[in-house]
C-alpha cells in the first residue's frame, strides 16, 4: 500500500510565502513523476507542477517565476515552495506521482490535499 502525506499548508496574506511538503511511503519500487495540482472552489483540478525522474520540470504559467517544485528521491519526496502568493492561489493542493509498488506497471497516487488561502 503506498500513501502520499502533504504538509505545510495554511494561511498567509497575500505576498507571503509557503512551502509544501509530501513524503510517500509503502511498497515502492520506483516513482516516475512527482508533482502538484492544485483545486479552487467550482473550478477543475489543475496542474501547478511536476518534476519527472528524468527531464525537465512543467510549470502552470500562472506560477512560473513564483512556486518552485523540488524532489529528493532518496527520501520519496517532493515539496513545492511558493512565493509571492497572489488570493488566486487559493485552492486544496494535492500531491501527485506515479508510482511502482507491487506490480510491474506504474499506478497514479494522490494525496488527502492540503488547503491554502491567501488573503488580500
Known amino acids: 500500500q503506498v500513501q502520499l502525506v502533504e504538509s505545510g499548508g495554511g494561511l498567509v496574506q497575500a505576498g507571503g510565502s509557503l512551502r509544501l511538503s509530501c513524503a510517500a511511503s509503502?511498497?515502492?519500487?520506483?516513482?516516475?513523476?512527482m508533482g502538484w495540482y492544485r483545486q479552487a472552489p467550482g473550478k477543475q483540478r489543475e496542474l501547478v507542477a511536476d518534476?519527472?525522474?528524468?527531464?525537465?520540470?512543467n510549470y502552470a504559467a500562472s506560477v512560473k517565476g513564483r512556486f518552485t517544485i523540488t524532489r529528493d528521491n532518496a527520501k520519496n519526496m517532493v515539496s513545492l515552495q511558493m512565493n509571492s502568493l497572489r488570493p488566486d492561489d487559493t485552492a486544496v493542493y494535492y500531491c501527485?506521482?506515479?508510482?511502482?509498488?507491487?506490480?510491474?506497471?506504474?499506478?497514479?497516487?494522490w494525496g488527502q490535499g492540503t488547503q491554502v488561502t491567501v488573503s488580500s
Open positions: 501527485n506521482a506515479f508510482i511502482k509498488s507491487t506490480t510491474y506497471y506504474y499506478n497514479n497516487y
Open positions: 509503502g511498497t515502492i519500487f520506483s516513482i516516475r513523476t
Open positions: 518534476l519527472p525522474s528524468a527531464g525537465s520540470t
